[in-house]
T-cell receptor, first 114, second 113 residues
Framework: DAGVIQSPRHEVTEMGQEVTLRCKPI?????LFWYRQTMMRGLELLIY????????DSGMPEDRFSAKMPNASFSTLKIQPSEPRDSAVYFC????????????FGPGTRLTVT | SQKIEQNSEALNIQEGKTATLTCNYT??????LQWYRQDPGRGPVFLLL?????KEKRKERLKVTFDTTLKQSLFHITASQPADSATYLC????????????FGTGTRLLVSP
């Protein structure tokens, strides 16, 4: 298995632009999580899907952020419009709902908003 | 307020010694606690999970303890090696019935040859 796949790996954009981050979960994993990591705040959960349904989006910072999971093989996190304070590393992680609940993280997308 | 605390200062030890990292939490009642390793530029990697009714868990050179009275978990690496140098994150579930994890900010471990 290729693991969790995220794209792009790096994104540099100007303030005000729309940014779309993509995630392909591990096949068979029916839980998907989007996290943001910064030096100041550490790893923060933004939103959590189970069986393609958003379960908890309380970590989404504001309406500029949105996430979708149209099917079991794909999820997106969109920021529109982007701001410099959105600069961070964004991770997608997936898990099964059976067993020990460990999460498998993708390599992350490093977002820089200038 | 709810908090998960890990020592923000790096832990420097010599190769061959045992590294001990601490995770303290307040105002949580987790059903389980997990430890992850994160290398620079990479996503966290799961290491161990310990449930609230377990006192200790081992995996090769790793050992985790969980004291729900003290609200603390200790993570030990015995016979440490330079390759163990990384940031170690603890995470616990919010006991919401879902798989939501809350992560500590991590402790950086540096093992010198």
């Amino acid at each position: 298995d290729a693991g969790v796949i995220q794209s792009p790996r790096h994104e540099v954009t100007e303030m005000g632009q729309e940014v779309t981050l993509r995630c392909k979960p591990i096949s068979g994993h029916n839980s998907l999580f989007w996290y943001r990591q910064t030096m100041m705040r550490g790893l923060e959960l933004l939103i959590y899907f189970n069986n393609n349904v958003p379960i908890d989006d309380s970590g989404m910072p504001e309406d500029r952020f949105s996430a979708k999971m149209p099917n079991a093989s794909f999820s997106t996190l969109k920021i529109q419009p982007s701001e410099p304070r959105d600069s961070a590393v964004y991770f997608c992680a997936t898990a099964t709902t059976r067993g020990a609940y460990e999460q498998y993280f993708g390599p992350g997308t490093r977002l820089t908003v200038t | 307020s709810q908090k998960i605390e890990q020592n923000s200062e790096a832990l420097n030890i010599q190769e061959g010694k045992t590294a001990t990292l601490t995770c303290n939490y307040t105002n949580y009642s987790p059903a389980y606690l997990q430890w992850y390793r994160q290398d620079p530029g990479r996503g966290p990697v799961f290491l161990l999970l310990i449930r609230e009714n377990e006192k200790e868990k081992r995996k090769e050179r790793l050992k985790v303890t969980f004291d729900t009275t003290l609200k603390q978990s200790l993570f030990h690496i015995t016979a440490s090696q330079p390759a163990d140098s990384a940031t170690y994150l603890c995470a616990l579930d919010g006991n919401t019935g879902f798989q939501k994890l809350v992560f500590g900010t991590g402790t950086r471990l540096l093992v010198s040859p």
